[in-house]
């Protein structure tokens, strides 16, 4: 609540963050208000082309979390095999990027990829492991999609 409130009250004075409303957006998103996370998201996706991938990614896993997994699936491909590199290459253990593995995790999941969506789901937990989103995703509707629960 507080970091929504401080994003918030930032976006007032600087709409066009995208950086800021990408955050605005997952926050909304994690408090189930999907049509709002979504707006955000279009809105940082508008105002930062740079951020694409990164949206794109988050849009996915919000699709997946309202419970459409072909949409889901149909948005992460565009974006998977870049998401997948970066993910490999250039951000593993980064803390900032703990979320990225998480959700991709998650989409992996939902279509099937055990492999893929274990490593991930690892490399997200040891990127971050004091904070509380993996329990946060655990309870989402985004993981009662087909298939065992990533493991640590």
Do not use: C, N, Q
Not at 89 to 117: V, Y
Not at 121 to 140: D, K, M, Q, T, V
Request: aromatic share 6%; net charge negative; no cysteine.
């Amino acid at each position: 609540e507080r970091a929504a409130a401080l994003l918030d009250d930032h976006l007032r004075e600087d709409p066009g963050d995208g950086e800021a409303l990408v955050e605005r957006g997952l926050l909304a998103a994690y408090a189930g208000e999907h049509a709002r996370a979504e707006a955000l998201l279009e809105r940082a996706a508008a105002a930062r082309a740079d951020l694409t991938e990164s949206i794109t990614l988050h849009l996915a896993w919000l699709e997946l979390v309202r419970g459409d997994a072909t949409a889901a699936r149909r948005r992460f491909e565009e974006v998977e095999t870049t998401i997948e590199s970066k993910l490999r290459a250039d951000l593993a253990g980064d803390p900032m990027f703990a979320e990225w593995f998480l959700h991709a995790a998650l989409l992996w999941r939902a279509s099937g990829d055990e492999e893929r969506a274990a490593w991930a789901w690892r490399e997200g937990l040891a990127a971050a492991p004091e904070s509380r989103l993996p329990e946060l995703l655990a309870g989402s509707p985004a993981s009662a999609s087909p298939g065992p629960a990533p493991t640590a």
